[in-house]
């Protein structure tokens, strides 16, 4: 199994806590627009969001600026929103999905969160525990759970979110 740097994996859930916060309050058929934080060596971070004129093109311009922080950045997560099932024949479920690499992993890594629109005058939710992927490879629970600790931590390190995320479950 690919290591997980725990730096990249702290970065990786501050990314989905903004990336919550981002889309908890959007209008029904908005999308979030992706972002990206990046970890330099120092500690310091720097967030850029990246705007198009479709979500694709969004999206490709946010994997292509990640392509090249890896020569240079410490850690960096790349969040943005799509739609996965986890298994064939399952249907797919809205999720936010973050890229994220830190020094000392060979390859990226995907953390994957189900989440519920607010919609209808309903509320936004988290789905259920976040799904890990290595690879092509969805990690089990008992492979990923010390992982999603850390990631956890990382939601819970950003200040406007820690006190909002129980009230999305």
Request: glycine share 8%.
């Amino acid at each position: 199994m690919t290591a997980l740097s725990a730096p990249a994996l702290s970065l990786a859930g501050f990314a989905l806590a903004h990336a919550a916060w981002s889309i908890s309050d959007l209008e029904d058929g908005d999308f979030l627009c992706p972002l990206a934080l990046i970890e330099q060596h120092d500690g310091s971070r720097r967030m850029t969001r990246f705007e198009a004129d479709t979500q694709e093109m969004a999206i490709i311009a946010g994997k292509t600026a990640m392509r090249s922080a890896t020569s240079v950045a410490a850690a960096w997560a790349f969040a943005r929103e799509g739609a996965w099932g986890k298994l064939a024949g399952d249907s797919s479920s809205d999720v936010l999905a973050i890229d994220f690499w830190g020094s000392g992993m060979p390859a990226t890594a995907t953390l994957m969160q189900p989440f519920y629109r607010a919609t209808s005058g309903g509320r936004f939710r988290i789905g259920s525990v976040p799904s890990l992927l290595v690879g092509e490879n969805v990690l089990s629970f008992d492979s990923a759970s010390r992982s999603i600790e850390t990631i956890m931590a990382g939601v819970h390190s950003h200040a406007m979110v820690t006190t909002l995320w129980q009230g999305w479950r």
